[in-house]
């Protein structure tokens, strides 16, 4: 698997297309998956049933051809694996219920053991392994610690962050107690999918273009950087992923990831000039450009291949999760262009 055309894209080596992959998660735009996904009580359900999850898994690999399959599960797996309460209501986000204000609840917070808190996860790597015997790479994930904390301190999504600032700002000392525990469940979390078999890993850090460039610096690059060490020890590439993060480019490159995630906001080729070759890029098609008539977007996605080559390695990818009003037939067509205009 080492030589997989998008471990070698991750690594910055030569490869002989561009590849692509492209993360559901909002998604839900592909029919096989809504089946199955009816079949269970519920998205959790779903994530905690290795059998469906692993069918889910392969679903985007057999429908659409991308170059890597991304583990079926979801980021605030480990954080319910910590003590905190987590429910996916129909058509909502998510809810967390847990009530952190000191020391002491923080301290309340486990550091779960995957394999004996989350081995439903683990199974599912097994599985999705197994039934892809090695034709494509299988990605596993987590959610960073500043996406993590900011779901458990706002009780779900926000716009603001202003708890979670507020926490930062005011009392530092549970802040960097909570990161550190975050980083530890993390850790452990990511080596064991790498053990179970995930062929490269992506941080999710979603919300951390939130933060201005001083804050990121202090309150959590240096988590960031210790998971990107820790993890990396195992050999697997790791993508490191955010949005809204044009003006974090430069901290983002320095923590030694192998691949920065780049959203629509900034040009591609703005972006590769800022990170140097000290990285590869993933990205960058605003999710909104499958719904551009077919030639704008084969023009869109020939822009972008073309700014990718300045780059030390290129994947192409959405730049934030697929939409649910996605025609797979235009996503299927993005991948076959993708595909056509790279080939060297
Ligand atoms: O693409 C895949 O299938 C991989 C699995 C995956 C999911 N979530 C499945 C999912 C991945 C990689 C994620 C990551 C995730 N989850 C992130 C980081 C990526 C990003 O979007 O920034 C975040 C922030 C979450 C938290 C989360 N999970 C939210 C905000 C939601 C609700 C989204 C919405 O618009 O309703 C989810 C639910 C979720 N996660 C779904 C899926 C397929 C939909 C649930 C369903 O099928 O009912």
């Not at 590849?19 to 909002?26: D, G, S, T, V």
């Not at 994530?47 to 051809?65: F, I």
């Not at 919300?207 to 959590?220: C, E, M, Q």
């Not at 590869?280 to 990718?308: H, R, W, Y």
Request: glycine share 8%.
């Amino acid at each position: 698997m080492g030589d997989h055309v998008f471990v070698r894209a991750c690594r910055g080596l030569e490869v002989p297309y561009t590849p692509i992959w492209m993360m559901r998660q909002a998604g839900r735009y592909l029919p096989e998956y809504m089946e199955i996904r009816r079949s269970v009580s519920g998205f959790l359900e779903l994530c905690k049933t290795p059998g469906l999850a692993a069918r889910v898994t392969v679903q985007p690999v057999e429908r659409l051809g991308v170059d890597a399959a991304i583990l079926f599960s979801d980021i605030l797996v480990p954080v319910e694996a910590m003590g905190v309460h987590l429910e996916f209501r129909e058509g909502e986000g998510p809810k967390l219920t847990y009530t952190l204000e000191s020391l002491k609840d923080v301290d309340a917070l486990r550091v779960p053991h995957p394999a004996t808190t989350m081995d439903f996860v683990l199974e599912t790597v097994r599985r999705v392994k197994e039934a892809m015997g090695g034709q494509v790479p299988l990605i596993g994930f987590s959610g960073a610690p500043f996406t993590l904390a900011s779901y458990i301190l706002e009780g779900g999504g926000s716009r603001h962050y202003l708890k979670t600032k507020t926490l930062m700002y005011r009392q530092p000392r549970v802040w960097h107690a909570l990161m550190e525990k975050l980083t530890d469940t993390v850790v452990a979390y990511l080596k064991a999918q790498v053990e179970a078999g995930a062929d490269a890993v992506q941080l999710f850090d979603s919300w951390v273009g939130a933060l201005s460039p001083t804050d990121f610096r202090k309150y959590v690059a240096p988590y960031t950087r210790r998971i990107v060490q820790e993890v990396k020890a195992t050999g697997v590439p790791f993508i490191l992923f955010g949005t809204d993060t044009a003006t974090l480019l430069d901290d983002l490159a320095a923590m030694g990831a192998d691949v920065v995630g780049v959203d629509w906001r900034i040009e591609l080729e703005d972006a590769v000039r800022i990170l140097q070759g000290r990285a590869s890029v993933q990205g960058n098609l605003d999710p909104c450009g499958l719904f551009m008539p077919k030639e704008a977007l084969e023009k869109k996605v020939e822009t972008i291949l073309e700014q990718g080559r300045q780059a030390r390695g290129h994947i192409f990818n959405l730049g934030h999760g697929i939409l649910p009003q996605t025609d797979p037939d235009m996503a299927k067509f993005l991948v076959d262009t993708v595909h056509r205009l790279s080939k060297r």
